[in-house]
């Protein structure tokens, strides 16, 4: 799988406006590249799956959070949650050509909390991923967090 998927998205790991996602915080310290890479894993794995384009599911996913404000102190003309998919299919659509199901999965890729409902495959795909390693990151975060402070807790103080 490494190979292929890489071979759909390596293009665009290589814009800077896609680096630079490195600067950005997404879900408790994972950085929005990190974010913006397991979801195309993911989309690409899931397109698979259910019969989407793996390599319109990829692109997607990698291009799905391009968009360059901190969403957690920065405010917007409307709700994060409405305003960033426009964001990102604009800033991609400047990068690179897309096709109707790549636009599609960028825009509604926030369903349900966004209007659109996913038309293609490759928008279900994204969706799916994008929630699925949201989720896994926030998780992973808070597991790491509460196991070092019970590891704290219980931790030998040899000076006792």
């Not at 360059?68 to 299919?89: G, M, N, Q, R």
Request: hydrophobic share 40%; net charge negative.
């Amino acid at each position: 799988y490494a190979v292929e998927f890489n071979s759909y998205v390596s293009d665009l790991m290589e814009l800077d406006d896609v680096k630079s996602l490195d600067n950005y915080e997404q879900h408790f310290r994972t950085s929005r590249l990190q974010h913006s890479i397991n979801v195309a894993y993911y989309s690409y794995r899931i397109g698979n799956v259910i019969g989407a384009n793996p390599r319109s599911s990829a692109r997607a996913g990698m291009l799905h959070d391009l968009f360059h404000y901190d969403w957690h102190t920065d405010e917007t003309p409307e709700p994060h949650a409405f305003y960033h998919p426009k964001v990102a299919l604009e800033n991609a659509k400047s990068l690179v050509d897309l096709s109707a199901h790549e636009e599609d999965a960028i825009l509604k890729h926030m369903w349900p909390l966004y209007w659109g409902i996913p038309k293609y495959k490759e928008s279900i795909a994204v969706t799916l991923a994008d929630k699925y390693c949201a989720a896994m990151e926030v998780c992973y975060q808070w597991g790491t967090f509460f196991a070092n402070k019970v590891q704290n807790i219980f931790a030998f103080n040899g000076s006792n």
